[in-house]
């Protein structure tokens, strides 16, 4: 089934190389074209600037998530809808539970963080969305081995490891987060 509302987690700088601006863009642009709607933390810089003027762009409705005084930086032109959150862990929850399936594209502690709620509340059945993770220049290759360690060591099950879906092109990614339960 189609995820219609696609949450996604990202840095608010841009990186170091412009590939990472490059995916952003792509991801922003499919999001739209295929007539999803876009969920982000707010900002209007770095890779979440990226992803949702290209979003936009591309005809898909924008929904922003704030933290009050974090993210004043935005631009409300490109916004949906805008709901502005007391603090990181509400404005986590509330992506979390508005979102069809959650998307990660390089970023930092901040995205990290996203990931592992997800997971986390993914793993403990609170919730039922797709973790996509868009390895692109091997750039989560680090992490995924740490969870092959987990795994391997016995601290998560192979039905949990599989909550995960890792891709390194974002038609595909949008594909297998469609075909997940």
Known sequence: MKKQRIAVFCGSKSGRIP??????????EQIGLQGRSLLFGGC??????????AAYENGARVFSFRIRGLTDAYAPEIITADETLENVQQRKRRLIEAADACIALPGGLGTLDEMGDVYSMAQLGDIRRPLGILNVNGYFDGLLQFVDTIH??????DRD?????????IH?????LDAAE
Do not use: C, N, P, W
């Not at 209007?44 to 003027?53: R, W």
């Open 152 to 157: 391997r060591e016995g601290f998560l099950s």
């Open 19 to 28: 590939l990472y601006e490059e995916i952003a863009q792509k991801t922003g």
């Open 172 to 176: 595909a990614l949008l594909d297998a």
């Open 161 to 169: 490891k599989g909550l995960i879906i890792v891709r390194q092109d």
């Open 44 to 53: 209007d810089y770095g890779l979440m600037k990226t992803v949702s003027h």
